[in-house]
């Protein structure tokens, strides 16, 4: 958080079990999306900021699976975005 992401509301199954952690990070025209699913299993992606987030691979400028440290290594290592005028 101390990076500029903010928590989502948490993803829940039916029952009211807890399945996913998202944190996002907007800056300028992008979103950095992590998606905790389980200590072994996360997703990242870099994706535009315009309409509905996905991190598929056709709507992502950079994409990454792992565990959380790789992940979030990999995440705050990216450059920052090009500011567009």
Do not use: H
Request: net charge negative; proline share 7%.
């Amino acid at each position: 958080m101390v990076r500029g992401f903010q928590l989502m509301p948490p993803v829940r199954d039916t029952a009211g079990e807890l399945e996913a952690l998202i944190y996002v990070r907007p800056k300028g025209d992008i979103i950095d999306v992590v998606e905790l699913i389980a200590e072994d299993n996360v997703r990242a992606a870099r994706v535009p900021r315009r309409g509905e987030i996905s991190t598929e691979a056709g709507g992502a400028f950079w994409r990454t699976i792992g565990d959380v440290y790789q992940v979030l290594d990999e995440v705050l290592a990216l450059p920052e975005p090009l500011i567009r005028a």
